[in-house]
């Protein structure tokens, strides 16, 4: 398992997903939280990346398991990776 691609690839979609450039997502720290760069109170993004991770954990067998509720706006982009890879 290649982590820092896998990284990379969530930072995409977290960029995507709350419709912000993405084209050196490998740029995003880690330490930014969800509600800077769009993510709102009412969730709605927030369910799509759990989605988008959960397919991101299926696709690279990492073993892990996503939940309905596991992201909220006040997580961090590292929070949203280790929800993945650790």
Excluded: W
């Excluded at 450039?21 to 995003?28: E, G, H, I, R, V």
Aim: glycine share 6%.
């Amino acid at each position: 398992m290649d982590i820092v691609y896998i990284s990379n690839q969530i930072k995409y979609d977290i960029l995507t997903i709350c419709g912000k450039p993405a084209t050196k997502a490998y740029n995003l720290l880690t330490d930014t939280p969800l509600h800077s760069i769009g993510y709102d109170d009412d969730g709605e993004l927030c369910r799509k990346l759990e989605n988008k991770l959960q397919m991101v954990a299926e696709e690279y067998q990492t073993g892990r398991s996503i939940s309905r509720g596991a992201v909220s706006k006040n997580f961090t982009v590292r929070q949203c990776i280790e929800l993945v890879i650790v």
